[in-house]
């Protein structure tokens, strides 16, 4: 299904090349917009079937469970972040994270999208302020928490936010597909874990996930004081 939505979008880009070729310099101002959107409308469908197929796939792929360091994982996310937060000012905090059990690559992806998202949401800020930390708990599970004071959302809609195709802010707002949360619920239940956020329309938002089991090699931090919204 994948090749067959991709090869109808491929000619639309090659025609469209072709089109601005032949129409340069002919074409009046509402011309080249029309062709602009055209473009940015194919490119978002393919984002949308490429994070379609990988949300497909985290359903599927076999699970390799061993211990990682969550630290190190938020730190290689947060490097792989920084060409997106160069020219902002961002205030990162990061929390002493434990050693926990679960697969690399896919708990790499939940971070990543929280983590990305909570940068992305804060980009109308003039500082950022995005905080990652642990929970203390009774030692059944372990709870991680990705905190920002970006645009946030009503917790009346609490319940799409892990939706796939769910949003709730427009694409002209913030750019995305709906699925990256959807992605990050499916990765921690197949862990066994659980998912859920608070937030504040324009008061900022802190999406929490969580592994079965206490953490190893270290204690987890106490939880930190909010920051007032």
Not at 98 to 105: E, L, Q, S, Y
Request: proline fraction near 3%; glycine fraction near 12%; hydrophobic fraction near 40%.
């Amino acid at each position: 299904m994948s090749h067959d939505l991709r090869t109808p979008l491929h000619h639309i880009g090659g025609f469209l090349g072709l089109l601005r070729e032949n129409a340069a310099g002919k074409l009046d101002r509402d011309g080249e917009h029309f062709m602009d959107a055209i473009g940015t409308a194919a490119r978002r469908m393919e984002t949308l079937i490429d994070d379609l197929l990988a949300f497909s796939r985290m359903g599927r792929t076999e699970m390799r469970q061993v211990e990682l360091d969550l630290g190190a994982l938020v730190a290689d996310v947060v490097r792989e972040l920084e060409p997106e937060a160069r020219d902002r000012v961002v205030h990162w905090r990061i929390g002493e994270l434990p050693v926990a059990t679960g697969d690399r690559a896919m708990l790499r992806v939940v971070l990543g999208n929280l983590i990305a998202n909570a940068l992305k949401f804060t980009g109308k800020r003039a500082k950022a302020e995005i905080e990652v930390g642990c929970l203390s708990g009774d030692g059944r599970e372990t709870v991680v928490f990705v905190r920002d004071n970006g645009a946030g959302f009503d917790m009346a809609y609490a319940g799409r936010l892990f939706g796939v195709f769910q949003r709730l802010h427009r694409t002209d707002e913030f750019e995305g597909t709906g699925i990256g949360l959807a992605n990050v619920r499916r990765v921690v239940a197949r862990h066994g874990g659980r998912t859920w956020a608070e937030g504040k329309v324009d008061g900022g938002a802190t999406f929490y996930f969580s592994l079965p089991g206490p953490a190893a090699g270290q204690a987890p931090a106490a939880e930190p004081q909010r920051p007032e919204r």
